[in-house]
């Protein structure tokens, strides 16, 4: 497992939700909370961070989580630099390493990475010096721990305590970060019953996401949940034979008005996006009543506030 800690067990990195504690997870959620409630009064300013450097580094594209990154930490007083990777030496075949080390030699303190090999960010964690932290932005099919984070927060905010809940995580869950963190969370703070629905080609291994139970059916798989979590279908990481026709996909596995009837009549949709309309969600639900998608990008910014005042906040020493 990899040590995200310092010597005195509060969090330094946080590159995944394996090993956090639930504790941990409800006081990050907590202040996640209070920094929601204070964007949305127009009021989420500190100087937490002041005199802290954040740097972004993405290998992968990115949209609302770099932006979000760049906000929360601009909120609490930090100074962000985007690094833009295809601009930059490694494309010159510098190895990430080696830029970490340059951005450590110009004193960032933070650097929020996402990268498409699995264990790169574990390698940057283990060699970075003491007073770096290490934030995961997505990294390959394995773990995105702030959107984990900020899909809790959603959930509990639209639903209530996630203990009382049915919710289903659907589609691509094979080649899906977002899915490995939800489930991590979801687990972690004990839902009722965590189903995974997806064709038989893009469901994990049998061995991955112990304590779901299968689906693949949507109808089945909806059948009476609270929450339906849709994924993107991640055609960059299917070998090149198993893109499935989008056509047929949407047929059968296609989030329309009629699918989502199978779930209470009070359930949410939640989407990480980018969204592939007309393939894995219809336009008429994910711009439809109980879609919280939007509510989802807000609270990417007050939990990734929440995460970089925890790992390099003055109030974390
Ligand atoms: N934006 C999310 C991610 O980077 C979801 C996606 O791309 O499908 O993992």
Known sequence: MIDQRRADGSLRHLITLEGVRRDEVEALLGRAQHYA??????????????GVQVATLFAEPSTRTRVSF??????????????????????????????V????????????????????????????APQVSVLSAGEAHLS???????????????????DQLAIAIVGDIRHSRVARSAYQVFRLLQARELRIVGPPGLLPESEEFPGCARFET????????????????????????????AAEYFARYGLTPARLA???????????????RG???ASEVADGPQSVI????????????????????????
């Open 70 to 99: 760049e906000l929360a930490g601009r909120r609490l007083g930090a100074q962000v630099l985007n690094l833009e990777l295809q601009l930059s030496s490694r494309v010159k075949g510098e190895s990430m390493l080696d830029t």
């Open 37 to 50: 409630r204070a964007l949305a009064r127009g009021s989420a300013y500190n100087r937490v961070l002041e």
């Open 262 to 276: 199978r779930a209470r009549p009070d359930a949410i949709v939640l989407h990480p996006q980018p969204m592939n």
């Open 101 to 128: 080390y340059t951005l450590q030699a110009l004193y960032f303190d933070v650097l929020v990475i996402r990268d498409a090999e699995a264990g790169v960010l574990a390698h940057v964690a283990a060699h970075v």
């Open 294 to 317: 939007r509510a989802q990008v807000s609270n990417g910014v007050a939990v990734r506030m929440a995460v970089l005042e925890t790992v390099a906040g003055r109030l974390a020493q």
């Open 279 to 281: 393939i894995e969600i």
């Open 218 to 245: 949507l109808e089945a798989g909806l059948e009476g949940v609270d929450v339906v979590m849709m994924l993107r279908i991640q055609k960059e990481r299917f070998a090149a034979t198993r893109v499935p026709d």
């Open 144 to 162: 995105h721990p702030t959107q984990g984070l900020l899909d809790a927060l959603t959930v509990r905010e639209h639903k209530g305590a996630i």
